[in-house]
């Protein structure tokens, strides 16, 4: 009985940890080819509009 649960605990952690490296993976290719663009169109910072006060700013790192 205490294999079993050692195996599910294991198949458990290794289940999280593959889906936290997937995550990371796609964020980190996401921002690598959002500065791509921004290199190719020799943009400083990318202008995003505010939904509620109608005004452009700067997109923040963790947007």
């Keep these: 009985m205490a294999q079993i649960i050692f195996?599910?605990?294991v198949v458990a952690v290794a289940w999280y940890g593959y889906r936290k490296f997937v995550t990371d993976a796609e964020r980190l290719t996401r921002k690598r080819r959002a500065a791509e663009r921004e290199r190719?169109?020799?943009a400083i910072g990318?202008?995003?509009?505010d939904p509620k006060t109608g005004e452009y700013?700067?997109?923040r790192d963790d947007e």
């Design 7 to 9: 195996l599910l605990l």
């Design 57 to 59: 700013r700067l997109r």
């Design 40 to 42: 190719q169109n020799d």
């Design 46 to 49: 990318t202008l995003i509009k």
